[in-house]
């Protein structure tokens, strides 16, 4: 028995970076489930290193900070008469270029583009996409497990905004669809954008410790989830934040570290 059911759909994956991100694992999955997968990259650069990994799937440049840009996507798929059964939204940008300040610190600049990328833009490729979507089509953003993760930067408040932003969506939408939209909300990850943060490294050491097993969140365990929220299977999910943390929200007390860090 075929449990996601996805042979045959197409589907926009986003944000594909390299092998570690969590949007190559999901379209790895669909293409391994016979889905058609199409993607969608910022710039040439990006183009070329995500059909280094998918050969012969098409790709598409989209500057989500960018109207035009996206408007040209949504056209693109109109225009050839692509129904689209998922779109998986990966996209996050923050400027830590100048390390991690304290949160009163942070510049407005840095936080509206921030905010312009990592959420807003889901409400805007969703607009785009719309006439494109199937009627039960699914959308899945990527979000974090703990929004008030304090250590996170200014990237914390957006990814609140983005997950109170799933639930607004899911509701606009149904009023001409039975479109789903959902957030699978990760634990720290071994990922090349993580490694850019400030101090990332020691907190996912940490928070490997927290995990009730022991052992690091794997990215493909997060992709998993992604493709079952694409998948007809979790049809009765919507305007949801789905936790993959290994356990760890509940363990921040585990008495063996809290033993050594008192010591």
């Not at 589907?11 to 570690?20: E, I, Q």
């Not at 979000?143 to 509701?171: C, E, F, H, Q, W």
């Not at 020691?202 to 794997?218: D, H, I, P, S, V």
């Not at 979790?234 to 063996?256: K, P, R």
Request: with cysteine.
């Amino acid at each position: 028995m075929d449990f996601l059911n996805i042979a045959g759909k197409n589907f926009l994956v986003t944000g594909v970076a390299n092998k570690k991100s969590v949007a190559f694992f999901v379209a790895r999955g669909l293409l391994e489930n016979g889905a058609q997968v199409f993607f969608s990259v910022q710039s040439p650069e990006h183009r070329d290193r995500v059909q280094a990994l998918f050969p012969g799937r098409t790709v598409f440049i989209c500057d989500v900070e960018k109207a035009d840009s996206i408007r040209g996507l949504g056209e693109s798929f109109e225009q050839n008469n692509i129904r689209l059964a998922g779109l998986v939204h990966s996209i996050a940008f923050a400027n830590y270029s100048e390390g991690l300040k304290p949160f009163h610190e942070t510049k407005a600049e840095d936080f509206l583009q921030a905010t312009h990328i990592s959420c807003f833009s889901l409400v805007t490729l969703a607009n785009a996409l719309k006439h494109s979507l199937e009627e039960n089509a699914s959308i899945v953003t990527i979000s974090i497990s703990n929004t008030r993760a304090t250590a996170y930067g200014y990237m914390g408040p957006i990814k609140a905004a983005l997950d109170a932003t799933v639930a607004y969506l899911a509701k606009s939408l149904s009023e001409f669809s039975n479109i789903r939209v959902n957030a699978v909300c990760s634990g720290p990850l071994k990922t090349s954008a993580s490694a850019g943060i400030p101090g990332y490294v020691n907190n996912y050491l940490f928070a490997e410790q927290l995990t009730l097993r022991k052992a690091a969140l794997k990215t493909e365990e997060v992709a998993n989830t992604v493709l079952f929220l694409l998948s007809p299977a979790s049809s009765g999910i919507n305007a949801a934040g789905i936790v993959v943390d290994a356990g760890m929200s509940c363990n921040y007390f585990d008495q063996d570290i809290v033993n050594r860090a008192m010591r």
